[in-house]
C-alpha cells in the first residue's frame, strides 16, 4: 500500500507543477500580448503620416480608439481568466489533499485489519 501512496504523492506533484506552469505561462502571455500592441500602436502612429492632414488624424483616432478598446477588453478577459486558473488549482490542490488523506487512511486500516 506504501507504494500505491508514493504513486498518488508523485501524480500530485505532476498536477501541481502543471497547473503552476499553466498559470504562468498565461500570466506571461497576456505580458507579451500587451507589450507587442502598445509597439504595434507606437510603430502605427510614426508611420500613419502628418497629424496635421485630417484624414490621417482620423484614421489614428479610429485606429487608437479600436487598439485601447481590445487592449483593455483582452486584459479584462485575461485577468479573469487567470483568476479562473487560480481558483481551479486551488480546488484540485485541496482536492489531492483530502484524496491523499483518503489512501492514507485506508492504508493505515487495511494495516491494522491485517494486524488483528
Given amino acids: 500500500m506504501e ?3 508514493e504513486f498518488f504523492d508523485s ?6 507543477e502543471f497547473l503552476e506552469t499553466s498559470l504562468k505561462s498565461q500570466e506571461e502571455f497576456r505580458a507579451h500580448w500587451l507589450d507587442t500592441m502598445k509597439k504595434m500602436q507606437a ?3 510614426q508611420t500613419a503620416g502628418s497629424p496635421e492632414n ?3 488624424r482620423e484614421m489614428l483616432n ?3 480608439t ?8 483582452t486584459e479584462v478577459f485575461s485577468d479573469e481568466v487567470v483568476k479562473i ?3 481551479w488549482q486551488k480546488t484540485l490542490e485541496n482536492q ?3 484524496s491523499k488523506e483518503l489512501a492514507k487512511n485506508f492504508s493505515d486500516y487495511f494495516k491494522r485489519a491485517e494486524q488483528q
Fill in 3 to 5: 507504494t500505491g501512496l
Fill in 11 to 16: 501524480w500530485a506533484k505532476s498536477q501541481k
Fill in 43 to 45: 510603430s502605427f502612429l
Fill in 54 to 56: 485630417p484624414q490621417s
Fill in 62 to 64: 479610429f485606429f487608437n
Fill in 66 to 73: 479600436w487598439l485601447n478598446s481590445m487592449m483593455n477588453s
Fill in 85 to 87: 486558473q487560480r481558483t
Fill in 96 to 98: 489531492m489533499e483530502m
